[in-house]
C-alpha cells in the first residue's frame, strides 16, 4: 500500500514572499593508494585479463546498463495496452490511488512532461466506450508501474468504473497525449492556478522542475478545493516548500474552511491572484490553470478542445495576462 499523506496547516498570505535562492553542492573525491601495493605480477595478470576475452562481456554489460529503459506507451499507431490494476489506496472520502502495472516490469511509461494517458472503458450496456484522459502522479522514471489520483464523481462514467475495480482486474490505456513541452529554465517563473483533480498535471510539472537540479525555475501554486480534506498531494507539495522554501510557495484556498483555518476562504479571487501570481509584466512567465469547468471559466476562460486554447478571458485577462502568458491544460 501506499504511505498516507498527512494534512500541513497551510501557511497565512502574510507570510509570503518573492526572493529566491538556489542551492549547490561540490561532488568529493577518494584515494587511490592501493594501487601502488600491486606487483608487476599482479599488473601483468590484470593487463592480459582486460585485453583477453573478458573485456568485451564487461563492456557489453555496461552498455545495456545504460541503455534508456524501454518505454510502455509509445504514441502513434500503438493502440490501447491492458494494464492490470495492482494496488489501490483511498486517499479520502471520494478518491483513490491506482497503481496499474506496466506490460514488463523494467519498462518506464514513456511519457514526458508534460502529457497525459487516456483510458478507455466499455460497460456490457453501453453503446459505445468511455475515454477519459488522466495524469499519472508517478515519477516519469518509475519502472514497472503508473499511479493514478481519481476523484469520484456522481455522474462520472470513467470514475465510478475505476472506483469498482479491484486488484487484479484490468483497463485500456493509451498515450502518451502530449500537453505543454517543459525543458529545464523554459520560464524564469510559472504559476499553478488548480482545482480539485486538477492538482495532477501541476504536480506532474513540479515534481520535473525539482527533480533536475539543473532547472532554477519558480513555482507558485494556487489551489482551490471544498474543504481541507480535499487538498490532494498535500504532502507532496508540502515537501517540496520546505525543501525549496525560496523557490515554491503553496497557497490554498478553501470554499467550507473550519474555524481554525489560517488560508484564504471562499474562491479564488482577483485580490489573491494579483499578490501571490509573478506579475503580467514580467518578460518569461507561465501561467498554468486546470480544473472543473466553472473554475476554468472564471479563471482563464474554457478551453474550447485538446488542440484549441481558446481565448483568454476571465480574471487572468482582468489582470493584465497575455494570450501567451497562459495555458490550459
Known amino acids: 500500500m501506499f ?8 501557511q497565512p498570505l502574510r507570510m509570503q514572499a518573492r526572493r529566491y535562492a538556489t542551492e549547490s553542492g561540490a561532488p568529493k573525491g577518494g584515494s587511490n593508494a592501493a594501487v601502488y601495493a600491486l606487483g608487476a605480477g599482479a599488473l601483468g595478470a590484470a593487463g592480459y585479463w ?8 564487461a563492456a557489453a554489460a555496461a552498455a545495456a546498463a545504460a541503455a534508456p529503459p524501454k518505454p510502455a506507451f509509445t504514441g502513434g499507431d500503438q493502440g490501447f495496452l491492458s494494464l492490470k490494476l495492482a494496488d489501490v489506496e483511498l486517499v479520502n472520502h471520494n478518491t483513490k490511488r491506482f497503481r496499474f502495472e506496466l506490460p514488463e516490469g523494467d519498462m518506464v511509461s514513456g ?21 477519459r484522459p488522466y495524469t499519472p502522479i508517478s515519477d ?7 499511479d493514478l489520483l481519481v476523484k469520484r464523481y456522481p455522474d ?46 501541476m504536480y506532474q510539472l513540479a515534481r520535473a522542475i525539482f527533480s533536475n537540479p539543473n532547472d532554477k ?10 474543504s481541507e480534506g480535499d487538498i490532494l498531494l498535500k504532502k507532496e507539495f508540502a515537501d517540496l516548500e520546505n525543501t525549496y522554501p525560496q523557490r515554491f510557495r503553496a497557497f490554498y484556498v478553501l470554499d467550507k474552511p473550519t474555524k481554525d483555518w489560517a488560508g484564504a476562504s471562499g474562491y479564488i479571487n482577483k485580490d489573491l491572484l494579483k ?26 476562460g474554457p478551453k474550447t478542445s485538446p488542440k484549441d486554447q481558446g481565448e483568454l478571458s476571465g480574471l487572468l485577462k482582468e489582470l493584465g495576462y497575455k494570450q501567451d502568458q497562459v495555458y490550459k491544460f
Not at 111 to 131: F, R
Open 3 to 10: 504511505a498516507r499523506a498527512t494534512i500541513r496547516a497551510a
Open 50 to 57: 582486460y585485453f583477453g576475452g573478458s573485456a568485451k562481456p
Open 111 to 131: 511519457l514526458h512532461v508534460a502529457s497525459a494517458i487516456l483510458t478507455k472503458y466499455k460497460g456490457p450496456n453501453d453503446e459505445k466506450a468511455t475515454l
Open 140 to 146: 516519469e522514471g518509475a519502472k514497472g508501474y503508473i
Open 156 to 201: 462520472g462514467p470513467m470514475s465510478n468504473h475505476l472506483h469498482n475495480m479491484r486488484p487484479g482486474q484490468r483497463l485500456d490505456v493509451k498515450g502518451p497525449l502530449p500537453k505543454y513541452p517543459w525543458t529545464e529554465n523554459k520560464h524564469d517563473h510559472i504559476a499553478l492556478v488548480a482545482g480539485g483533480t486538477g492538482i495532477t498535471p
Open 217 to 226: 525555475t519558480k513555482v507558485t501554486l494556487v489551489f482551490g478545493n471544498v
Open 275 to 300: 499578490t501571490v501570481l509573478p506579475e503580467p509584466k514580467e518578460e518569461n512567465i507561465k501561467v498554468f490553470v486546470c480544473g472543473p469547468p466553472g473554475m476554468m471559466k472564471a479563471i482563464s
